[in-house]
């Protein structure tokens, strides 16, 4: 009885050594499966393969911190006053001389053209006073020229009156129209000096073919009115340069106020100190500090605003994507951990980086010290020709000795790798035994009981 007992289990012994278990491994005896060592002249060869990292929408590259250039506080009121100050004794400050120079059209002059009448002497008459009553004139438009019917536009801009005669009686002549005319100018718009500050009426006055002096000007505004002579002053501002007179040195030397203008010369009449004047000042200043204040709180206001409607677009947009990702609705790379690795899954390649076999493996725990091989770690990756359909090279790396980890930091995987760790020897026949003894009990508590 005993030794048909031993020969049944030696029999199921010998039957289950073929079928019991069957470990898996990496074989090159496919001609497709090409096993490659990991060195470091391996690991820059195929870090050199073509891959671009996935990018994440372009809410996570964009802050709230950069709105568009919103309204902010807006232009504040220009203070209407200076400052005022009990000065010292005011410095004399003159203007240059202006040059004689003869009077050049501008833009918005008008210039009166009268030209010959070829009918009697009655009819000629009547024409001149119709004339007269509407007033024929042509004004210098943008361009520097007036427009003559049957002549066309004549450039008369910088030019004095005798230069514009000369350029006019050329196109009559060039469009066969008898040149016997007269040319004027009727209104002086382009040339004017400003006059203001402690004036009777402050207002601006044309230039015109006579020169226009200081005192004709401060006349036309109605003259000086002030009672602070002691600190006033007559101020000159001329391309760009500040010119000061005092008042008394004006009213004592005919020559200065017989100073020749020039166009756009501003004119002010000023008071250094005024009492009245100063409380003026003061008060319009806190009236200022008061409105940029209110303008500064309104404009952070709104600048905070938009900060938060944009940090929600923002906020939507990114939650929207990791919800997208956990459904897993979100295209990705990933690699695959098999074999004796402690947790088998598949390993998300980061957007925008790479990930070294290291990342991979240690992500998910590692591998298992007491079953994992690390003589047998490999990578194994399937070639990106069409022509090589079904061809895999098995990246081998040998951990055995700890050193070579540092291979694992450097090299990148890949889209679609495949880590696997093979068995120790003693974990598969320890499998091997684990599937056999429960059969071979089995087996035998049947041979008995028969």
Known sequence: MLSRLTAVLFAVALSGCGVAYIPSQVSQADDKVRVVPLTAQTVLSENQSPYTPRSLPAAFRQG??????????????QPTLDQPQRPGALELRLPPPVPNAPYRIGVG????????DAANTVEELSGLLAAQNRRQGY????????????????????????EAEAQLFRRLLDNQIDPTFSLELAEFNSQRVSIGGAVGAPTVVPLTLTPLTLDQALSAAGGIQTPDLDFASIRIYRD?????????????????????????????VDTAFELERAQAYFTEQITLAQFRQTARINALNALQAEFDLRRAVLDEARANFQVRAELDAVARDYVYLAGEVNSPARFAIPPERTASLADALFSEGGFSLQTANPSQ????????????????TALHLDASNAANLMLATQLQMRPNDVVFIAEQP??????????????????????VNQ
Request: charged share 20%; aromatic share 6%; net charge neutral.
């Open 240 to 268: 760009g340069a500040l010119y000061q007179i005092p008042l008394e040195t004006y009213l004592s030397r005919a020559d200065i106020q017989k100073i020749r203008l020039a166009a756009a010369d501003s004119i002010f």
């Open 64 to 77: 709230a911190a950069r709105p568009p250039a919103g309204p902010g506080a807006g232009a504040l009121p």
């Open 426 to 447: 003693i974990t598969r026949w320890n499998r091997v035994v684990q599937q056999f003894i429960p059969s071979l009990i089995n087996t035998a508590s049947a041979a």
């Open 377 to 392: 770690i490999y990578v194994l990756r399937g070639s990106q020709d069409p022509r090589e359909f079904g061809a895999v």
């Open 109 to 116: 002059d008008v210039l009166l053209l009268a030209t010959r």
């Open 139 to 162: 004004t210098v438009q943008d361009d520097g020229a007036i427009a003559i019917p049957d002549v066309g536009r004549v450039l008369v801009a910088g030019r004095t009156l005798e």
